[in-house]
T-cell receptor, first 114, second 113 residues
Framework: AQSVAQPEDQVNVAEGNPLTVKCTYS??????LFWYVQYPNRGLQFLLK??????LVKGSYGFEAEFNKSQTSFHLKKPSALVSDSALYFC????????????FGTGTRLKVLA | EAGVTQFPSHSVIEKGQTVTLRCDPI?????LYWYRRVMGKEIKFLLH????????ESGMPNNRFLAERTGGTYSTLKVQPAELEDSGVYFC???????????FGPGTRLTVL
């Protein structure tokens, strides 16, 4: 069965420090991986995706994610956190051999402290 | 370019009533998806339209849920009769092709009392 795990319900980080939001996945075949962010009272906004190629993917707002096939992980990172990065982050996976539906994790709330 | 829009933003109904949610995808996007997030858990897939056809409805919880996409433009999701466990946030998303990233609307928060 396909699944996504976001092991941390909440991550706190000081402004200016690097941040990491963790995601691991389980899917048959090669995965398509995505990160979305949800700000209060807003929809999910697409941040970045991994399809194939370079394991380090760069996305919107200075975020990047590293695909690690051996560890089945796709952690979201940013070198220097901003208070405005505080939001709910969702990792999702879609199998390229299956349907187009996304399997989401439970979300991680990121709090960046001034 | 306008994004995915959903109406209403909030709906509060009593158990046993009917509610209809609407989604307008991004213009030109043939693929439309419905998802639901219940009680702070993961966002779960409900179904996928390609134009007006249901491509995958494996996530629909039961026959109280009816989704339509007449003419391949906007879509509606009707819950009849609503139960307490139907409360949650219903998201709609669209994509140009099935393999493209999906763009999500703001969601409809449904509360069933």
């Amino acid at each position: 069965a396909q699944s996504v795990a976001q092991p941390e319900d909440q991550v706190n980080v000081a402004e200016g420090n690097p941040l990491t939001v963790k995601c691991t996945y389980s899917v048959s075949g090669n995965p398509y991986l995505f990160w979305y962010v949800q700000y209060p009272n807003r929809g999910l906004q697409f941040l970045l995706k991994y399809i194939t190629g370079d394991n380090l993917v760069k996305g919107s707002y200075g975020f990047e994610a590293e695909f690690n096939k051996s560890q089945t992980s796709f952690h979201l990172k940013k070198p220097s956190a901003l208070v405005s990065d505080s939001a709910l982050y969702f990792c999702a996976v879609r199998s390229i051999s299956g349907t187009y539906k996304y399997i989401f994790g439970t979300g991680t709330r990121l709090k960046v402290l001034a | 370019e306008a994004g995915v829009t959903q109406f209403p933003s909030h709906s509060v109904i009593e158990k046993g009533q009917t509610v209809t949610l609407r989604c307008d995808p991004i213009s030109g996007h043939d693929n439309l998806y419905w998802y639901r997030r219940v009680m702070g858990k993961e966002i779960k897939f409900l179904l996928h339209f390609v134009k007006e056809s249901k491509q995958d409805e494996s996530g629909m919880p039961n026959n109280r849920f009816l989704a339509e996409r007449t003419g391949g433009t906007y879509s509606t999701l009707k819950v009849q009769p609503a139960e307490l466990e139907d409360s949650g946030v219903y998201f709609c998303a669209s994509s140009q092709a099935g393999w493209n990233e999906q763009f999500f609307g703001p969601g409809t928060r449904l509360t069933v009392l």
